[in-house]
């Protein structure tokens, strides 16, 4: 699943500069994730890292509107960020 900001969102800018993917801009009224360009953290850490830097508890949440696997979020990652080689190299 991709993340979503929830209403309870104070605008305190923390999570913005730590999402590793670019996926979180501000909106009209509150923070908000791209959910094509979440991967909750995957391939990056181990958590993901907009909650763990949110002050305000259960703000950061899963989206009920963009439900995806574990795999669907690996994969997601690999298209953000090819590599430049191929297992031939």
Not at 16 to 21: G, I, Q, R, V
Not at 75 to 82: A, G, W
């Amino acid at each position: 699943m991709a993340l979503l900001i929830s209403e309870r969102c104070i605008n305190c800018d923390m999570c913005e500069p730590e999402c590793p993917n670019q996926a979180i801009a501000l909106g009209t009224k509150i923070y908000e994730i791209d959910p094509a360009r979440c991967t909750e953290c995957v391939g990056h850490y181990e958590a993901p890292t907009c909650q763990n830097v949110c002050p305000i508890t259960h703000t950061i949440i899963q989206d009920p509107a963009w439900q995806e696997t574990p795999e669907q979020l690996w994969e997601k990652f690999v298209q953000l960020y090819p590599t430049p080689f191929t297992a031939a190299d």
